[in-house]
Structure formats: structure tokens, C-alpha cells
């Protein structure tokens, strides 16, 4: 049987279609979109992709890559569509590119899939890959497609940056701030996990599972932090609040001390959602705000930066860093609470 492109008039299973057959309607898909004044040679036109560096780097002295996966069995939540899956493998990396600052440009994914895998599950996760890329201005110019036992996607992506910003940095007497909003993908988790026990309002649903299926990069916000040159230290916290200050206290050798109740707990568009009780799924506030995953940032400044920052992004001031030895603790009045440091792990 010949290799022929996916078609939307039949339903096929991608091992019918061939290697060729499905490598070429991803890349005359990722190949539609790119911008050639940066994409010299695209997707699957050569052994490699082409990148004029001088025209993708737009006068940027850093490159910065960055590589994660998304996997089906441990990655991918109960009702997630395919479009989703795709978006969220170009998301996850997205959101590393925005967490040091830099402007992202490339993008390569390698798919592995199964081989009765039908070729509109397919289709469906390179329009997800597609389109989350190119919201942020973002070319996939390459990658590899294999036979897999499940549904596999690792994505690598490129970016350039003027001053990229490190986990390492923090300063004793800085500022701990977050863009947005934590909690709404940790309630969606959580009402997937408790879907046959409670009902709540179908917006607040709505909401909560969008901003688990479809995370947001902060793309505009981290460059925005890393052009002001007021930022001290940065990370995304897509694996959790919690290991997130681990992560920036281990770098840059320092503590944390937290007011639980500046922390923006839900987004405004579902704390406006019909009002519903968190008790009524067993979840806490803190729950959702430090042992969820938001694609939000979590940064440090110097005090003095505030006023300058707070009218550049969305962000809220949370905590202040302290000496190494104090630790990370919860503080409200004269009280002190080591904060318990778990989230999303692997391993």
C-alpha cells in the first residue's frame, strides 16, 4: 500500500499510513505557519532544520533550550482531549523558556505512539502542538515520529534572552511574588479524581479542568521580569508552590518565610464562577494553592523594584526571603510553621 497523508474523509489507523504517509501531513502542518524570515529549512525538508540565528535572536546574546516530556500513563489527567495532549507537550517546555526570561523561536517534538493509534487522535495532537507554539510566536521546526507502547511526547524548545534569569539569586531581605493565580488545575485534578462523588457547578468544571488541560505559559510576564532587571531569582511552578521554593531556597542558598494568606488562591474568573463550599471535596486552600501545578512564576526582587513591577504584570507579594538556616515556614503573626515540601515528582 502506497504512503498517503492523513485524510479527514476516513478514519485510519496510522500503521495503514505508513511513516511517510504521517510524517507528511505533520510537517505540512508545522511547516503552514512558520516564519520564514527565521525558518530557513522547516520540518522534514532536510536532514535538519535551518534557523537564521541573526534574524531569531533579534539582538539577544543568551541561548537558552530546555527539554520535557509528556507521557500517558504519568502525565495525562482523565478527559483530556487530543488537541489538549498536543498543547500541553509545547506548554510544558513554553513555560521553562518564560521562567528565565527568554523570548522562545523553535520548537522540536518526538512523538511515540502506538500502532492502532486511529490517524484523527494524530491529527488532533499536532494541531494542540501547533497552536499553543505559534500563540507564542513559536516555530516547530522538526522532530521524529516512532512506535511506541503508549503515548509519548518529548518536546525540546529554543529561546533567546538579553538576561536570562536563574533559580540562583535570591537575596536575604528580597521579595517572594507570583504572576496570577495558584489552584485552578489542582481543583480540576481533584474533581476528576472525585467525579462520581460530587457534582459541582458545570462553570466552575469548566474552568478548573481548561486550566488543567490547557495551561497558559507566562511567555509576556517572564520577559517582561527579565527586561526590568529587578528580578533576583526565578521558576515556573508547574510542579507545585511547595518544591518550587524548595528549588529556588536550595540555588540560592536561602529561606522562606510565607504569609499563607497573601496568596492568590483562584482565579478570579472561578472565584466569580457560582459559589460552591472546597470543604464539600475534602480540598483545603492550602491544598490547592502550594500542592497543585500552576504554569505560573514564582520570582524574588529587591523591595525597592515593587512599585515598577507590580504595574508591569499581574503578581502578588507572598513571603520574603530569609537566612538559609530559618528554613521555609508558614508565618502569620508571631507564629511559625515549616511548610511541608511536596508536589509533583516523578520519581
Not at 1 to 9: A, D, E, H, I, T
Not at 25 to 32: E, G, H, L, M, Y
Not at 92 to 121: C, E, Q, W, Y
Not at 296 to 308: M, P, W
Request: aromatic share 6%; charged share 25%; with cysteine.
Amino acid at each position: 500500500m502506497p504512503n498517503k497523508p492523513l485524510s479527514k474523509g476516513k478514519e485510519r489507523f496510522i500503521e495503514e499510513l505508513g511513516e511517510r504517509g504521517l510524517i507528511e501531513t505533520i510537517v505540512n502542518k508545522f511547516n503552514a505557519n512558520a516564519n520564514r524570515r527565521i525558518v530557513t529549512v522547516g520540518a522534514g525538508e532536510d536532514d535538519c532544520a535551518v534557523i537564521d540565528v541573526d534574524n531569531a535572536r533579534g539582538g539577544r546574546k543568551y541561548l537558552v533550550v530546555t527539554t520535557d516530556t509528556v507521557q500517558e500513563s504519568t502525565h495525562l489527567p482523565k478527559g483530556i482531549s487530543p488537541f489538549q495532549i498536543g498543547w500541553t507537550a509545547a506548554a510544558v517546555n513554553l513555560s521553562d523558556i518564560a521562567a528565565m526570561g527568554a523570548h522562545p523561536f523553535a520548537f522540536t517534538v518526538a512523538m511515540g505512539v502506538p500502532a492502532r493509534t486511529k490517524s484523527a487522535f494524530v491529527e488532533e495532537v499536532v494541531e494542540g502542538i501547533e497552536k499553543c507554539a505559534s500563540a507564542y510566536h513559536t516555530a516547530v521546526v522538526g522532530g521524529d515520529i516512532t512506535r511506541s507502547k503508549e503515548v509519548i511526547l518529548t518536546g525540546t524548545c529554543f529561546g533567546f534572552a538579553d538576561r536570562p534569569v536563574r533559580r540562583a539569586g535570591a537575596g536575604i531581605g528580597n521579595l517572594v511574588c507570583v504572576t496570577g493565580s495558584l489552584g485552578d488545575a489542582a481543583l480540576g485534578i481533584n474533581l476528576i479524581k472525585r467525579d462520581t462523588e460530587i457534582k459541582v457547578p458545570v462553570k466552575v468544571e469548566e474552568i478548573a479542568k481548561k486550566a488543567l488541560f490547557q495551561p497558559m505559559p507566562r511567555i509576556r510576564e517572564g520577559i517582561a521580569l527579565a527586561d526590568s532587571g529587578l528580578v533576583t531569582s526565578m521558576i515556573d511552578i508547574s510542579d507545585g508552590l511547595a518544591l518550587s521554593l524548595a528549588e529556588l531556597a536550595k540555588s540560592s542558598g536561602v529561606g522562606f518565610e510565607i504569609y499563607e494568606d497573601k496568596v492568590p488562591v483562584l482565579s478570579k474568573e472561578l472565584r466569580n464562577a457560582e459559589a460552591f463550599d472546597l470543604s464539600s471535596i475534602g480540598v483545603e486552600r492550602r491544598a490547592l494553592a502550594f500542592y497543585g501545578g500552576d504554569y505560573e512564576l514564582l520570582f524574588t526582587i529587591d523591595a525597592s523594584g515593587l512599585e515598577r513591577i507590580s504595574e508591569m504584570i499581574n503578581m502578588s507579594v507572598i513571603g520574603k526571603v530569609t537566612p538559609h538556616e530559618a528554613g521555609i515556614y508558614f508565618k502569620k503573626g508571631k507564629e511559625k510553621e515549616k511548610m511541608e515540601l511536596t508536589g509533583y515528582q516523578h520519581f
